[in-house]
C-alpha cells in the first residue's frame, strides 16, 4: 500500500483529503498540531471518524518539533495542509503564529524532503496570494499582491517550495484554493457563522457592503484537485483551484433562506482590512495538466453543508463546548 503523508489531518480539507485518500486504498499517516485558532474539539471530532479505520496512523504532534524523517519514512505522497488560516485575523501580533507555522514549518518539511525518494509534495496555498488581482484572465500569472499578512505567509511557502524544487528537486506542486466550503468547514468563515447565525436565530453579521464576491470552491472538488494534483501535476508549478461558482454574499444568503426556510436577519458592519473585493479562478491550467473540472454547484454544495450543520450543532451543545472562533 502506497502510503501519503498529510500535514493539518485535522483540519476541513486535511480531514476530507484523507478519508477521501483512505477510501482510495492508501495507508495515511496524518500529522496534526491541534493549533488553537479554533476550537479542539472539532478537530478531535473530524479525528474520531479518521482513526475509526484502520489504514489511518496518527501523529499528534507539530511540524516544528517532529522527528520527520521518522515521519516521511514509507510515504510516496506528501500534502502540506498544515497551516495557521484566516485572513482577517492575520494582523497585529497575530502574524507571529502565522510565521512560524506557514513559513518556519514549511521551510523544516521541504528540508526533511531534499533527497527524498516521493512523487510529489502538494503545497496547499491560497487565492490571497493575490490579493486583488484574483478576478483576472491572466491566471496564474496575475500579479501576486497579497493584501493580509496571511497571503503573504502563503507567498513565502510557495517561494519556499519553488527553491526547493529549483535547488534540490523537491517535486512540489503548488495549488491556490478558492475559499473552500462545505461540511466541516471551519467556524470562522463565513458559510460556517451565516449558517450557524440562521439556525439560531441570530443576525448574519457581513463584512463592508456584501457586494465582495468569491470563487467558492465545494470541499469534495478540492480534494479531487489535490489527489488529482499529487499524479498528474508538473513539479515546480502552481495552480489554481477554484469551484466555478462566483457568487456575491447576498446571493448565498438567499440561497440558504431557502434551504432553511428561514428568514435572515443581516447587519453590516466595517469591511475588514486583507479582505479582497473579488476572487474568480481561472482554471484551465489545471483542467489540461490534470483534468481538474468542479462537478459540485454552490446550490447542492450549500445544500450539503445546511444538512452537515444542525449535527455539528447538537455535538457542540452535548459538549457544552464553547462556540467557534470569532
Ligand atoms: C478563505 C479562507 O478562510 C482562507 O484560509 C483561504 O486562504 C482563502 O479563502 C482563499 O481563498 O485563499 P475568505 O475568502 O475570507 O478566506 O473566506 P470566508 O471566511 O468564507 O469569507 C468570505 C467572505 O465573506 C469575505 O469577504 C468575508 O469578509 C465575508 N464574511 C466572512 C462576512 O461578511 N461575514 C462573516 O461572518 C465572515
Keep these: ?47 474520531a471518524t479518521l482513526r475509526a479505520a484502520p489504514g489511518f496512523d496518527w501523529r499528534p504532534g507539530d511540524l516544528r518539533r517532529a522527528d520527520l524523517p521518522a515521519l516521511l519514512d514509507g510515504v510516496t505522497w506528501v500534502f502540506h495542509l498544515a497551516a495557521r488560516p484566516g485572513v482577517r485575523a492575520s494582523w497585529g501580533d497575530g502574524f507571529d503564529e502565522y510565521a512560524r507555522a506557514n513559513v518556519l514549518a514549511t521551510q523544516r518539511l521541504f528540508e526533511a524532503l531534499r533527497d527524498r525518494p516521493v512523487e510529489r509534495v502538494v503545497f ?9 488581482n484574483a478576478s483576472g484572465d491572466a491566471g496564474e500569472e496575475a500579479p501576486r499582491r497579497p493584501i493580509s499578512p496571511y497571503g503573504v505567509s502563503k507567498l513565502a511557502g510557495e517561494g519556499l517550495a519553488w ?13 491556490r484554493y478558492f475559499t473552500v466550503y462545505g461540511p466541516e468547514q471551519r467556524p470562522d468563515m463565513a458559510f460556517h457563522r451565516f449558517l450557524r447565525a440562521l439556525l439560531e436565530g441570530r443576525e448574519i453579521e457581513v463584512y463592508g457592503d456584501g457586494r465582495q464576491t468569491r470563487d467558492f470552491t465545494f470541499v469534495g472538488d478540492a480534494v479531487e484537485a489535490t489527489w488529482r494534483a499529487a499524479r498528474a501535476g508538473e513539479p515546480g508549478a502552481v495552480y489554481n483551484i477554484g469551484g466555478g461558482s462566483p ?4 446571493e448565498v444568503i438567499a440561497m440558504l433562506e431557502t434551504l432553511t426556510g428561514r428568514e435572515a436577519r443581516v447587519r453590516l458592519s466595517p469591511a475588514r482590512p486583507g479582505d479582497p473585493r473579488a476572487t474568480r479562478a481561472d482554471t484551465r491550467r489545471a483542467r489540461e495538466a490534470f483534468g481538474y473540472a468542479p462537478v459540485t454547484g454552490l446550490r447542492e454544495g450549500l445544500a450539503r453543508m445546511a444538512e452537515w450543520m444542525p449535527g455539528f450543532l447538537a455535538a457542540e451543545a452535548a459538549l457544552g463546548a464553547e462556540h467557534g472562533a470569532a
Design 1 to 47: 500500500m502506497a502510503g501519503a503523508l498529510i500535514t493539518g489531518a485535522a483540519g476541513f480539507i486535511g480531514s476530507h483529503l484523507a478519508a477521501r485518500l483512505l477510501a482510495e486504498g492508501l495507508a495515511v499517516r496524518g500529522i496534526d498540531n491541534l493549533d488553537p485558532y479554533y476550537p479542539a474539539w472539532i478537530k478531535e471530532r473530524r479525528l
Design 247 to 250: 457568487a456575491g454574499l447576498g
Design 163 to 175: 527553491a526547493y524544487h529549483a535547488s534540490y528537486g523537491v517535486p512540489v506542486v503548488a495549488l
Design 124 to 132: 496547499a496555498s491560497s487565492s490571497s496570494v493575490y490579493g486583488e
